[in-house]
């Protein structure tokens, strides 16, 4: 059984910080993809940041220079480092992976609220 688990999120006040964790479960976790998503009320659910399975590292604009990604494969378990937090930064926020060699192999994790107050 397949399991994504986040925590980490919570109430903080712009210019703060998070950090949020994804621990993966019942998936080969070094030969994913990884990435989180959020999900603003009303609004389309959106790339955050990802992590390829080789390391490799992708950000939506809006977060550059501010969220920083991450892996522990050791742990199976994948982070996002949320600094200079800001109100439109609030969301629901989704763990997501994908098998890089079985892309049809797809989950998601129940997500956790992040919300900045100014």
């Known amino acids: 059984q397949v399991q994504l688990v986040e925590s980490g999120g919570g109430l903080v006040q712009a210019g703060g910080s998070l950090r949020l964790s994804c621990a993966a479960s019942?998936?080969?976790?070094?030969?994913?993809?990884m990435g989180w998503y959020r999900q603003a009320p009303g609004k389309q659910r959106e790339m955050v940041a990802d992590?390829?399975?080789?390391?490799?590292?992708n950000y939506t604009d809006s977060v550059k220079g501010r969220f920083t990604i991450s892996r522990d494969n050791a742990k199976n378990t994948m982070y996002l480092q949320m600094n200079s937090l800001k109100p439109e930064d609030t969301a629901v926020y989704y763990c997501?992976?994908?098998?890089?060699?079985?892309?049809?192999?797809?989950?998601w994790g129940q997500g956790t609220q992040v919300t900045v107050s100014s």
């Open positions: 992590i390829a399975s080789g390391g490799s590292t």
């Open positions: 997501h992976a994908i098998d890089s060699r079985i892309p049809k192999y797809e989950y």
């Open positions: 019942g998936i080969i976790f070094r030969r994913n993809n």
